[in-house]
């Protein structure tokens, strides 16, 4: 060491500073994620409380969501050219002009516009909870219906209306070094029994994919808040990715939960 | 040596290491993902409902309250052709509607590496926006306003959590829905991937019954977009139209009320907003509109009887005991916390004093103002005889020397037993005002050192003082009959007095010889003088007699709310209504819960029966300079 030159020696006393510096942060991390056994849960590694009651917050597309749907051959032009505003094409537009809500009654099929691609865009409200430590399980009391979203590999055959989610959590570390994580709950749904993008008719097919992202937000006005940015693909009826947001609050009780049955009309 | 030195050094970075890794630091100490770069507007959600869109009384999912829907039914497009209206900018979360581009970059310490702010450029209105990342506190309450506000933000984890005060009104829809000034907006900016994810919650206590909540989504662009700019410049819209017109529907005569409800199969109810139309239960009410109409008739006009509205924010006027110095620019600084607000200018020469506060503090004011200027007071204006504004003219006159009068014919005059002044000759400051001030001061039997002895009668009264023209100019029958405003030219501020009051209606103290007829030919005069540095913010600045800093924009808004007032009035008795039915039809509720009063020196009712009077009699008191 002593007839090392010095500069040489300052590379090496920082290399090993690093070293050790590294070492450090790898022993910290260790006593956390280090111990012999199966790793954690996704319930017990998950970034966010997502459990509770939480009702919709209808401010966007208002009039869609809130008022009974009219067919979009009947929509005056000037609501988002028709189409409100989803990027369909012509195909789906035939269909959405043929939509009759009594034909869907009359086939027990009034649960079209509450599958995975639009539920969460229903006035209503939700119930969270983990239906085990690996799955969290959502309740809708708009059209009482259930969507699970399972961490780990896909579970179940689908083709019903809430399909096969497949949930994972979407982190990042929070403080240098691992701290707390903190993140969105990521999920990926499909194998659907074909539904509507919206109450009116406007379709999307059995290929669809649903991509939702679960951010829970801690206002400084002490309101909490579930934001779901939801992505629809489909290649059969949509000529881009459909995108939204949608928000809900967070209840301190199950207040005004009122499980209602699936509407056509 | 050497080894025991690395040694040491060796533990101490461990030691350091194990600091930093080992805290299990909370979300809040993230530092967040990097969403620098170029945005626009994406998504399919509200389609039809960009800036500047929105059909009238379409206000379905914004929770306003009854004087947000009163402002908003009252609320004509044609608005927007006022001056101050064309360029004004956009606030948050308005700008995040605008299909426009966003660019975000951050400002990093050149020496640390650590985010000082994350800044922020709309293209829609060119609205520069900061937010500070450094944990600096929000300015105080009596600090200026703009379209941008001013925010603070955090990480937690890949949320970028900001608050923003400070904000001016603005529109959170294109069809006259607002939020006020009294806004605050706490929004979270969430990536995931080339996609943000934006949420705003706006409170206000003004307008609002409830949070107003929005979601947008934002794409990156993958290319630098070309359109950056947007050129606006203010010019003649309305060329026949009078100053003092502001375009307004009258409540319960709206001709579009239900141009929306028809066109869309909206009930009515539907269209007119209100926290309830949020929530899932309102669905069940939008099914029989006939039955829902005569509810939202009722919300069309003023709920007769209902509990008069009061602004609950006080801020802005502090009354801890202490004066607050605000530099508002060039050489001016405006003090608060002593009745009325003060103005001071400083330089090479004594200070120009505009107004002397309440006079309870006093001496404390004249301590902040030595913090400013080693020299003394030398001239003193006082905007009115109102005593939140005089109440300091014997002391802060007092602390002030005139040398400009030493040894002039001045100091050779008879003394004061005879002449009530012209005792120790610029050994105090000038006081300065229009005339009937002074008789009225004297009338009223005020102290002889509290009264302006230097008077000016008419028109304009100007000087050359610290390296800048200072113009004072007269507003006959305003607030009162002897209301002057002092423009501080190379500095670009404007002292206003009570003819411009940002906590309350204006005094139109009728028995002074003040009318609403004056007050907004004031106004107007006000707005004629006034410059804006950049899409309505800035430029010159304005120190109102009351209340926070404020720029022309903010005049602009306070000009129309007298103006359109005064309309409703006058409407009123011209179908015949006498004073106790126009009080009772509270044509005030869109501005009560902002400028209303019911204590205190001057109630929402004293200011509608100054209107009613003035309006009804059209006709001046005579001023005492004319007996």
């Known amino acids: 060491m002593i007839s090392i030159k010095p500069a040489t020696k300052t590379a090496s006393f920082l290399f090993k500073g690093t070293l050790l510096v590294f070492a450090s942060a790898s022993l910290f991390a260790q006593g956390r994620a280090g111990r012999a056994g199966p790793p954690p849960s996704p319930q017990a590694i998950a970034p966010m409380d997502m459990t509770g009651y939480w009702v919709a917050v209808v401010v966007e597309d208002w009039r869609y969501r809130m008022l009974p749907p009219i067919n979009i051959t009947k929509v005056v032009a000037g609501r988002g050219g028709g189409q409100l505003g989803v990027p369909i094409n012509a195909e789906a537009r035939k269909v ?56 780990g590999a896909p579970q179940g055959q689908g083709g019903d ?83 939204t947001a949608t928000h809900f609050k967070k209840q301190a009780d199950a207040s005004g939960w009122n499980p209602t049955p699936c509407a056509a009309r | 040596m050497r080894t025991l030195t690395t040694g040491y050094l060796l533990i101490l970075i461990v030691s350091m290491s194990a600091k930093v890794f080992g805290q299990g630091a909370p979300v809040v100490e993230g530092t967040g993902v990097d969403i620098s770069g170029s945005w626009s507007h994406g998504g399919h959600q509200d389609a039809g409902y960009q800036t500047a869109a929105g059909a009238l009384v379409d206000y379905g999912g914004i929770p306003m309250n009854e004087a947000g829907r009163l402002y908003a039914l009252a609320w004509d497009a044609s608005r927007q052709t006022l001056r101050t209206e064309q360029c004004a900018g956009y606030t948050v979360p308005y700008a995040f509607y605008s299909p426009g581009n966003y660019r975000y970059w951050e400002e990093r310490d050149p020496y640390t590496q650590q985010l000082v702010a994350i800044h922020m450029y709309f293209q829609t209105s060119e609205v520069n926006r900061t937010i500070w990342m450094d944990g600096r506190p929000h300015p105080p309450a009596w600090a200026a306003h703009t379209f941008a506000g001013f925010s603070t933000g955090q990480w937690k984890g890949n949320v970028l959590n900001i608050t923003t005060t400070h904000l001016k009104h603005g529109y959170v829809r294109g069809n006259g829905a607002s939020q ?18 934006y949420f705003g919650e706006t409170i206000d206590p003004v307008w609002f019954d409830g949070p107003f909540t929005k979601t947008v989504i934002n794409l990156r662009n993958v290319i630098d977009p070309t359109a950056w700019l947007y050129a606006c410049e203010d010019g003649e819209e309305i060329l026949a139209r009078a100053e003092t017109k502001v375009p307004q529907y009258l409540w319960g005569q709206h001709p579009y009320l239900r141009e929306y409800a028809d066109k869309y199969k909206v009930p009515l109810l539907g269209t007119l907003g209100g926290a309830e139309t949020t929530q899932p239960e309102f669905m069940a009410k939008l099914k029989d509109a006939a039955a829902t109409n005569a509810a939202a008739m009722a919300e069309t006009v003023p709920v007769k009887g209902a509990p008069q509205q009061y602004n609950h924010e006080t801020g802005a006027e502090p009354n801890d005991g202490e004066i607050h110095i605000l530099p508002v620019q060039g050489n001016v600084y405006m003090l608060v916390g002593d009745g009325g607000n003060i103005a001071v200018q400083v330089g090479e020469e004594g200070a120009f004093v505009v107004d002397t506060g309440a006079g309870k503090l006093s001496d404390k004011v004249l301590a902040a103002i030595r913090t400013l200027t080693p020299r003394p007071i030398q001239f003193i204006v006082n905007t009115s005889l109102h005593s939140a504004h005089t109440g300091g003219n014997a002391r802060l006159s007092a602390g002030g020397k005139d040398p400009s009068i030493q040894g002039s014919f001045f100091a050779g005059q008879a003394p004061r037993e005879v002449t009530g002044f012209f005792v120790n000759v610029g050994e105090s400051a000038t006081l300065i005002a229009q005339n009937n001030v002074m008789i009225r001061m004297q009338d009223a039997k005020a102290p002889a050192d509290m009264v302006p002895p230097d008077t000016y009668l008419s028109g304009r009264r100007r000087k050359w003082h610290n390296g800048e023209g200072v113009d004072m100019f007269y507003e006959p029958y305003a607030s009162t009959d002897g209301d002057t405003i002092v423009h501080f030219r190379g500095s670009e501020v404007i002292a206003t007095g009570d003819i411009f009051d940002m906590l309350h209606y204006p005094f139109i103290d009728f028995k002074s010889g003040g009318s609403v007829q004056g007050e907004i030919e004031a106004l107007n005069n006000l707005l004629d003088k006034t410059v804006y540095k950049h899409d309505e913010d800035g430029g010159t600045m304005i120190i109102p007699g009351h209340g926070r800093l404020s720029d022309e924009y903010d005049l602009g ?22 004073l106790d039915q126009v009080k009772a039809a509270r044509l005030t509720a869109d ?13 929402t009712d004293m200011f509608v029966e100054a209107v009613y009077t003035s309006l009804k009699q059209n006709t001046r008191i005579q001023s005492p300079g004319a007996r």
Not at chain 1, 208 to 220: G, K, S, W
Not at chain 2, 591 to 603: E, H, I, K, L
């Open chain 1, 96 to 151: 959405a002009a043929a939509w009759d809500p009594a034909k869907d009654e009359a086939a027990g099929e009034q649960c079209r516009s509450y599958g995975a691609a639009n539920i969460m865009r229903m006035p209503g409200r939700v119930h969270i909870t983990w239906q085990d430590d690996q799955t969290l399980k959502l309740e809708t009391d708009a059209g009482t219906q259930t969507r699970l979203f399972h961490f």
């Open chain 1, 161 to 243: 209306w809430q399909g096969v989610s497949q949930a994972s959590w979407d982190t990042i570390p929070g403080g240098r070094g691992g701290g707390q994580m903190s993140g969105a709950l990521k999920v990926v749904t499909n194998k659907l029994k074909p539904g509507y993008l919206l109450r009116n008719g406007i379709p999307y097919s059995a290929n669809a994919t649903v991509t939702e992202y679960y951010d829970r937000i801690d206002e400084p006005s002490g309101n909490t808040y579930l934001v779901i940015t939801t992505t629809v693909d489909d290649p059969m009826y949509l000529t881009q990715p459909y995108l």
């Open chain 2, 180 to 197: 006020s000034d009294e806004a605050i907006v706490n929004e979270s900016v969430i990536r995931h991937g080339d996609r943000l994810t």
């Open chain 2, 557 to 578: 808004e306070y000009r129309q709310m007298v103006s359109i007032i005064a309309d409703r009035i006058q409407a009123a008795i011209k179908s015949g209504a006498n």
């Open chain 2, 591 to 603: 501005y009560d819960t902002r400028f209303g009063a019911v204590s205190g020196p001057w109630t």
